[in-house]
C-alpha cells in the first residue's frame, strides 16, 4: 500500500506526540554465535540520506529538513536512483509539514 505525503506525515506526527507514552521493555540478553561483518563503502548521497533519515526519527526536524533539502539541490545537479528520489521526496514532505501540523494540537 502506498500512502500519501499527508497520510505518512500525519503517522510521524503522532508517533512524534506519542513515543513518550511507551515505556521500554526489557528483553532478555541475546545470545549469539559469531557473526561475520561485512564492510563497505557507502556512496557519500547515500551516506548523507540515512543521517537525514536518522534526524528525522531523533524528532530533530529542522535539521532533518536543512540536510534534505541540501540533498534535493544535490539531486537536481546529479541524478539519482529512483529510490533515492522517491525517498527524498517523502522525506521533505514530512519535515516541511510536520511543524505545520504540531502547531494545530
Same mark, same amino acid.
Given at each position: *500500500?502506498? #500512502?500519501?505525503?499527508?497520510?505518512? =506525515?500525519?503517522? *510521524?506526527?503522532?508517533?512524534?506526540?506519542? @513515543? +513518550?507514552?511507551?515505556?521500554?521493555? /526489557?528483553?532478555? /540478553?541475546?545470545?549469539? %554465535? #559469531?557473526?561475520?561483518?561485512?564492510?563497505?563503502?557507502?556512496? $557519500?548521497? +547515500?551516506?548523507?540520506?540515512?543521517? %537525514?533519515?536518522? !534526524?528525522?526519527?531523533? %524528532?530533530?526536524?529542522? @535539521?532533518?529538513? #536543512?540536510?534534505?533539502? $541540501? !540533498?534535493? @539541490?544535490?539531486?537536481?545537479?546529479?541524478?539519482? +536512483? /529512483?529510490?533515492?528520489? =522517491?525517498?527524498? @521526496?517523502? &522525506?521533505?514532505?514530512?519535515?516541511?509539514?510536520?511543524? &505545520?501540523?504540531?502547531?494545530?494540537?
Amino acid at each position: *500500500m502506498q #500512502k500519501s505525503a499527508d497520510m505518512i =506525515a500525519s503517522d *510521524m506526527h503522532a508517533w512524534v506526540r506519542n @513515543r +513518550s507514552r511507551f515505556a521500554p521493555v /526489557p528483553l532478555p /540478553p541475546l545470545v549469539t %554465535g #559469531k557473526v561475520q561483518v561485512e564492510v563497505s563503502d557507502v556512496p $557519500e548521497f +547515500s551516506a548523507q540520506l540515512i543521517l %537525514g533519515d536518522l !534526524l528525522l526519527a531523533s %524528532g530533530e526536524l529542522e @535539521r532533518a529538513e #536543512k540536510l534534505y533539502r $541540501e !540533498l534535493a @539541490r544535490a539531486r537536481r545537479s546529479q541524478p539519482t +536512483s /529512483p529510490p533515492h528520489s =522517491a525517498r527524498l @521526496r517523502s &522525506a521533505e514532505a514530512i519535515t516541511t509539514r510536520a511543524p &505545520a501540523l504540531e502547531a494545530r494540537d
